[in-house]
């Protein structure tokens, strides 16, 4: 389509379009294109923008046939570039200026890099469960639009890639010199990177190329998630964003007054990843917070023995009675398992199990049902919360048709079964490629139709697809999905508590992402293993140690009291014995003539009194009658 503004309101029509039809005919074949979309009139000293180009001979075929128009053509050239063009003419005594500028002659092409890992332990955006779906998705938005929208996808991924390392080592080498010797104005260009890509410098070099990045980094790079265009400025967070369940924790935690936690990480190689930017998040919600949180991380990997472990636990009782466990379930287990020996298992206690994927391999809630005749006190799993990210509404049967072309083209080109299972409601990444490729076409087909009602045209922006996205809800077919003003996307995250009649998890509430708050399901409550049902205080009544608070004014006053009473018993048991003795010396002053006790000496022990010396007397002069 063409915009065509020519003339001087004085000239007519028929000069000023027969002057101009050479030109329209030279464009149409040029961009190929049988509209000519608008034609106007501006005034005679309008300047315009003027630009240089090898296309000499639109100028003569345009002056050829003006002779007979009021206009002296000067030696203007005109000018094609970027599906733009500028033409300025100028004459003596009427200024005719005849400017084109032209819309997007074709649909805006659409094309997605990928540079994900191809498989990685523990990941769920392995090329076995993305790639398919990215294909499918990019067969389904072309039939939805008739075909005028061509989609392509280009992986940027090797079977050589295993590891974090293997990824940063290429993508940026690779896609730079991608977009160097095949970048085309006619395109717009998104590129998806894997988590590894936080510091590889891929969001930067996209920044610089003003191309939008959907990064499946949990933290997008500590994009703040209340700033707009937060560096990086292109780079969007379509994955399990961390800030969404650190937001649901915080909640939880300042509803709870709880603000001297105990954080436990777990740091094994396959899982410590997520957990650890859970961590650094965590930190980063609770500054925005307002309240003042006073959290002791402890890392801790799942070898560490019991021993060990009670250890810790042990020395963390001084400090803490809430524990948030950035953990597997299995380690989570063997907390909850230990607590009972540890004394922690009373009531007085709160573990927070948070899960940023909600896979066996990190923790589901099935894993923390109990057995009827488990020994184990119940306690432990009573003073347990479960934060998970809710599950997105199911496919299974409004997209059948999608989850069957995804799990026929998975199990043909990966030998990989779904077992049934909807792929795009697995928990894997294959739901996030297909949001990817849907929200980003709808991205480009909002701009091309706002090009055309404004008549503007240009190279695809990242920045301002971005613009797009912030602080907005995309209905898509899979559902909805939010996005903060800094581009991050928030779910909502489920809470689960112990049920003590059927003994495992259930759902008790869920905090909504887009509204910051929790809401409690009817008739559901944390069954708080305490005397009042109340859950554990932050710093219990009388301290960590049992001796603080309170109850050390109790102690304070039970040793004086103590003191007084021992003090009291001492001064009457002198007072009685000093009593005694004076009556005694009183008696024997009076009668000194009475034998007392301490006079009588038996022969043969050492030392002598007065009754010994008489029967020493009485002896010897029984030895001298004889």
Avoid at 116 to 133: D, H, K, R
Avoid at 584 to 605: C, K, M, T
């Amino acid at each position: 389509m063409i915009y065509l503004f020519t003339g001087h309101p004085h000239h007519s029509s028929v000069c000023i379009l027969s002057s101009a039809l050479p030109l329209i005919h030279h464009v149409k074949r040029l961009y190929k294109t049988k509209t000519i979309l608008h034609i106007s009139v501006r005034s005679a000293d309008q300047s315009m923008t003027f630009f240089h180009n090898q296309n000499h001979n639109l100028y003569s075929r345009f002056a050829s046939t003006a002779h007979h128009c009021p206009a002296a053509f000067l030696n203007w050239p005109g000018f094609f570039q970027n599906d733009t063009m500028f033409l300025l003419f100028q004459s003596v005594t009427f200024l005719n200026v005849i400017a084109i500028t032209c819309a997007l002659t074709q649909k805006t092409k659409i094309e997605v890099l990928v540079t994900l890992q191809y498989e990685m332990p523990g990941y769920v955006t392995n090329a076995v469960f993305m790639s398919p779906t990215f294909e499918v998705a990019r067969d389904e938005v072309m039939k939805r639009h008739g075909g005028q929208y061509n989609v392509s996808v280009r992986y940027f991924q090797h079977k050589d890639h295993h590891t974090c390392d293997d990824i940063n080592g290429d993508a940026v080498a690779n896609v730079s010199e991608y977009l160097f010797r095949h970048r085309r104005e006619d395109t717009c260009y998104a590129i998806v990177e894997t988590g590894c890509n936080d510091q590889n410098g891929l969001s930067s070099l996209a920044d610089a190329l003003d191309i939008l990045v959907f990064t499946l980094n949990m933290d997008a790079m500590k994009k703040n998630y209340l700033i707009p265009k937060s560096a990086p400025a292109t780079t969007v967070s379509i994955g399990a964003s961390s800030v969404s369940f650190c937001m649901a924790l915080v909640e939880l935690l300042d509803q709870h007054k709880w603000y001297h936690p105990t954080v436990i990480i777990e740091t094994t190689i396959t899982v410590s990843r997520f957990y650890q930017l859970s961590w650094k998040f965590l930190l980063e919600v609770t500054k925005q917070s307002g309240s003042n949180f006073q959290m002791v991380p402890l890392n801790v990997d799942n070898i560490i023995s019991n021993s060990d472990l009670m250890n810790i636990l042990m020395e963390s009782k001084l400090r803490s009675r809430v524990y948030v466990l950035l953990s597997t379930a299995t380690l989570a287990l063997r907390i909850l398992a230990l607590t009972d020996e540890l004394g922690m298992s009373n009531g007085e206690y709160a573990f927070i199990n948070v899960q940023p994927i909600r896979t066996s391999a990190y923790g589901v809630p099935v894993q923390f049902v109990r057995a009827a005749n488990n020994p184990l006190n119940l306690n432990a799993s009573r003073s347990l919360i479960f934060l998970a990210p809710q599950p997105h509404p199911s496919t299974s049967i409004t997209l059948a048709y999608l989850n069957a072309k995804i799990a026929n083209l998975t199990l043909a080109q990966y030998n990989y079964s779904y077992n049934g299972v909807p792929p795009l409601d697995s928990g894997n990444a294959a739901r996030i490629a297909f949001e990817i490729v849907e929200i980003f076409s709808t991205l480009v087909i909002e701009r091309d139709n706002t090009l055309r009602g404004s008549g503007q045209c240009g190279p695809c922006s990242g920045n301002q697809l971005v613009d797009r996205i912030a602080n907005r809800t995309f209905a898509i077919s899979s559902g909805r999905v939010y996005f903060t003003a800094g581009g991050i996307r928030l779910i909502n995250t489920e809470m689960f508590a112990f049920n003590t009649s059927t003994l495992s998890l259930q759902t008790i509430g869920v905090f909504d992402g887009t509204k910051q708050r929790f809401t409690l399901y009817e008739n559901k409550s944390i069954p708080w293993p305490t005397s009042n049902g109340s859950p554990p205080a932050d710093v219990p009544e009388c301290g960590f140690t049992g001796h603080e608070g309170r109850c050390a004014a109790e102690r304070i006053s039970t040793i004086i009291t103590a003191l007084s009473t021992a003090s009291g018993c001492v001064v009457l048991l002198v007072g009685s014995a000093f009593y005694r003795w004076l009556r005694q010396q009183i008696f024997e002053s009076a009668n000194y003539w009475v034998l007392q006790r301490r006079d009588l000496h038996l022969p043969g022990y050492p030392g002598q009194s007065r009754l010994s010396m008489l029967f020493s007397c009485v002896s010897l002069k029984a030895a001298q009658s004889s």
